[in-house]
């Protein structure tokens, strides 16, 4: 399974979200999922099993697939549920 997070330029936000996720993964111990980041513009449905995004980009995400929308980027026990809830929809938890 493939989460990424993304950002409007795939630089900073989407960096540090994707280093928490990371850090959730180890903690839950999850297999065989793999996390990466970008700037939005350049995923495609096809990117990811899980895209995650902040509010402000919720719009520019629809028609991805599974796309969390976090309220804040650095509510780490609001991406810890996502990431949970995002394992247990695809089998992994």
């Not at 980009?57 to 990431?83: Q, T």
């Amino acid at each position: 399974m493939k989460f990424l997070a993304m950002c409007s330029t795939g630089l900073g936000s989407s960096f540090m979200v994707r280093m928490n996720i990371e850090d959730i993964v180890r903690e839950l111990q999850l297999p065989d999922v793999s996390v990466e980041h970008c700037d939005i513009s350049s995923a495609g449905p096809d990117s990811a099993d899980v895209f995650f995004v902040a509010k402000d980009l919720e719009e520019a995400a629809a028609g991805l697939g599974d796309v969390v929308v976090l309220n804040s980027i650095i509510d780490k026990d609001e991406l810890r549920e996502a990431v949970k809830a995002a394992a247990v929809r695809h089998g992994a938890l």
